[in-house]
């Protein structure tokens, strides 16, 4: 009988430790793991080769600038891909609505509209960004990188920067 009641405890605090730590991980913040060079050599640098579990990056995500979109220029931020909304991707934000920007090719400027913004990664060559999808919503954002807590060698702060090139007023 002692044995049933103990396995009552135990299941009542991992329900209890699960159901604080699904909330924490939905509300506040989470931990992704990055993959691909898009971002390096903010993430992902290339002497991290070869790729894997324990030499890619992984970075605490922030989630309580999406109560009010509190975003700006240079945040790296981790949104659904507009094309596949089960797909994750990290950028960072290089215009905000009513920017304007210069698409890359092209003569044409863009105003960026209201409710949406301009992600690009920090490696352009190996970067499936807004100059492929155009702007994305605000909504589909799911948090702003601020820190890289894995490998141990590369904890750090992720610094905003503003990229050059590309914003034209």
Not at 18 to 28: C, E, H, K, Q
Not at 29 to 50: D, E, K
Not at 135 to 146: A, S
């Amino acid at each position: 009988m002692r044995g049933a009641s103990f396995l009552w405890k135990f299941c009542k605090s991992s329900f209890t430790f699960g159901l604080i730590g699904l909330t924490i991980s939905d509300r506040f913040a989470s931990v992704v793991h990055i993959r691909g060079l898009s971002m390096s050599p903010t993430l992902n640098p290339p002497n991290n080769a070869p790729l894997g579990l324990l030499t890619d990056d992984h970075v605490l995500v922030e989630k309580r600038c999406l109560t009010d979109y509190k975003f700006s220029h240079g945040d790296v931020v981790v949104f659904c891909s507009p094309n596949s909304y089960t797909e994750k991707n990290i950028k960072r934000i290089t215009a905000m609505p009513g920017d304007w920007i210069n698409v890359p090719l092209s003569y044409d400027a863009v105003k960026i509209p209201e409710g949406h913004c301009w992600v690009e990664g920090d490696n352009p060559s190996d970067s499936m960004d807004s100059r492929s999808f155009g702007p994305i919503p605000l909504g589909l954002i799911r948090g702003r990188v601020t820190h890289i807590i894995w490998p141990p060698q590369r904890v750090r702060k992720i610094e905003r920067k503003f990229p050059q090139g590309g914003l034209t007023f």
